[in-house]
């Protein structure tokens, strides 16, 4: 329950009688409306409000809850005088003077106490309106257009005028509780009745018959001041309420990110999966790959790369386990490399608008000839991991595998990094580690180019420093994120 339902429940307890006891010594709201409708009609015969048409009764298809005994069920037209203004035409509008209010002023008053003002009629024309009446203290003054039903209620040293048929005045002329008229307004109650003028969806005015046909439930004056005490009593451990809920919501929105970081935290320094003798060394993987690379290179199937330079202490991030090795990305892996293909082949072609994040065998893409794309496009082909280098793509780990290519081959945006291997090593392991906040942090730093178009270079990726575990243990610790990653996911639910 967030602090709003809260507020609800406690408002909706408010108007059922249940939120403080009755007290016999108060009389009835029976008694309360007699007296109301006496003072109506010395009003009436004064002159000081015009007489409108009898309400009809309420029937028991319209009370939704049961009150008590000493509470009664009215319309509003029976105990508060529903008015509009008089036409203030765009004429008579100024930038100083008495202010006019619309409804949007009068919602931003209702919710916070208080508006800035902008437009403004003059004093002569606002005390020729006053002669058929303007807004008082206790009076409450409800938004009739957008957000219905929020309601002001006018202070002792409040003079403004507002606008017909887009504020409806409520003339609170015998002094019934205005505090409590608004917690009516606020609830779920008005909120159904006004709802219910166009079949459940708000309607788009609130009109001054609507207004004097809707249902309350009334009780004895003081026991109105008592609920209302109460709830300004109650109102500022909702507030609290609201501080901690929203504590709450956060750490549970980021509990599952956070969750997903520390695995893959945990999987790059070693420590999801235990260490096991049996599966050899890193420098035995290293040294195997080294001696693939030297017959790729022999046989014309890659470049020789540059030789990178040794590891520096200054370079290490953290430890890790004693058979796992630090290397660098280029010397696992040939970066950006090139296809060599028939022009006639039909490949793959995917622009950056089809890239998307981790996928490993289905995807979509185009086809085209190799001769049409080998030039001005990054090349790949099944197996490679490719990984966007630009900004807010890189941000949002928009990284993949590889797989299913046209003919194994394709081509396609420039915007992207792409990691083949030298030998037979876990891939998916490379793309979670991609993926994990350390590699994402590193290299948000050293990007280049301007504020809006930012990237990760060749050379970042190339000596990029990674820890690299036996290939066994790659596998279990690819195992064993995608065991626990979906359970992240469901948290979010």
């Not at 040293?157 to 002094?175: H, M, Q």
């Not at 026991?223 to 929203?246: C, F, G, H, N, T």
């Amino acid at each position: 329950m967030n602090a709003q339902d809260l507020k609800n429940s406690i408002l909706q307890l408010a108007i059922q009688g249940k939120l403080v006891e009755q007290r016999k010594e108060e009389g009835t709201a029976k008694e309360l409306l007699e007296q109301i409708k006496a003072a109506k009609e010395q009003f009436i015969k004064e002159k000081k409000i015009k007489k409108q048409k009898a309400l009809s009764e309420i029937t028991e298809d319209e009370v939704p809850f049961d009150i008590p005994e000493s509470w009664v069920w009215v319309r509003f037209g029976e105990i508060v005088n529903v008015v509009s203004a008089r036409r203030v035409h765009q004429s008579d509008w100024r930038k100083e003077g008495i202010p006019f209010y619309r409804a949007r002023e009068i919602g931003k008053l209702a919710e916070f106490g208080n508006v800035d003002n902008e437009l403004f009629i003059d004093e002569e024309l606002f005390n020729k309106f006053a002669e058929s009446g303007v807004p008082k203290a206790g009076d409450l003054m409800v938004t009739a257009v957008g957000t219905l039903g929020k309601t002001y209620i006018v202070k002792d040293d409040d003079i403004f005028y507002y606008k017909d048929a887009s504020v409806i005045c409520l003339e609170n002329f015998y002094d019934v509780s205005s505090e409590y008229i608004k917690l009516i307004m606020e609830s779920k109650l008005m909120e159904k009745q006004i709802k219910s003028n166009s079949g459940g969806t708000t309607v788009s005015t609130l009109t001054m018959v609507r207004m004097n046909m809707y249902c309350l439930p009334l009780p004895p004056l003081e026991e109105q001041k008592r609920i209302v005490a109460k709830i300004e009593e109650l109102m500022p451990y909702v507030d609290k309420y609201d501080v901690a809920y929203s504590e709450v919501e956060e750490l549970n929105k980021k509990f599952p990110e956070d969750m997903q970081k520390s695995t893959l935290q945990y999987a790059v320094q070693g420590k999801l999966v235990e260490q096991r003798e049996e599966e050899g060394t890193a420098e035995e993987l290293y040294q195997q790959i080294q001696e693939e690379k030297k017959v790729l290179v022999k046989e014309g199937k890659v470049k020789k790369p540059k030789k990178l330079m040794e590891i520096t202490e200054d370079e290490i991030p953290y430890d890790i386990p004693e058979n796992w090795k630090w290397v660098r990305l280029g010397d696992i892996f040939e970066i950006n490399p090139r296809n060599t293909v028939n022009d006639d082949t039909t490949v793959s072609f995917i622009p950056m608008t089809l890239i998307e994040d981790g996928y490993r065998s289905e995807f979509s893409f185009e086809t085209k000839s190799w001769g049409e794309v080998k030039k001005g496009y990054t090349h790949f082909r099944d197996g490679d991991i490719v990984m966007a280098k630009i900004t807010p793509c890189f941000q949002n780990l928009k990284s993949a595998i590889m797989l299913n290519l046209e003919n194994g081959v394709g081509a396609g945006t420039t915007e992207l990094h792409v990691l083949r291997a030298y030998n037979d090593i876990c891939l998916e392991f490379f793309l979670w580690f991609i993926k994990s906040p350390i590699f994402v942090s590193t290299c948000v730093t050293k990007m280049t180019g301007t504020a809006g178009q930012q990237r990760v270079g060749t050379d970042t990726i190339t000596n990029y420093v990674i820890p690299l575990p036996p290939l066994e243990e790659q596998k279990r610790i690819v195992a064993k994120i995608e065991e626990m990653l979906p359970r992240c996911k469901q948290l979010v639910k």
